[in-house]
């Protein structure tokens, strides 16, 4: 496997900046061997890429691109805290969905940002995970997504 900023590159992806923290936390931190990333949204040069519940104004496709918009931010707060050449392994995902009544989804939405953790580290990529789906997010966001990584 290639490294992880290179292999973003082959995806045509890069890393955008960190995601300024909207209320009183950090993006990320580091305690032992393992980075705890705060709950991304899909910010897009500052600005929430949309809002709304998925399956009610938001496609569930369109939801697992922004899923991906999350896990691209995971993985920059990762990168400003320790580097992503550290990363060992993708411990744990959790991934929340802003849900209509009766969508059911949610496993589908946050795919987005399982397989790009899988595209970027290979086997390290695979991970635990949740897929939760819930009333509201912050700023009416329709996905979020957390992640704990293990690094070197």
Known sequence: MSNPRARLG???LSLPPVTAPVAAYVPAVQT???VYVSG???MVD???AATGKVGDGVSPEHAKDLAQRC???ALAAIDGLVGLDRVVQVVKLVGFVASAPGFTGQPAVVNGASELFAAVFGEAGRH???AIGVAELPLGAPVEVEVIVEVA
């Open 10 to 12: 082959e995806l045509g």
């Open 32 to 34: 032992g061997n393992q």
């Open 40 to 42: 991304q949204v899909p």
């Open 46 to 48: 500052g600005q929430l």
């Open 71 to 73: 896990a691209l931010n």
């Open 128 to 130: 635990a995970r949740s």
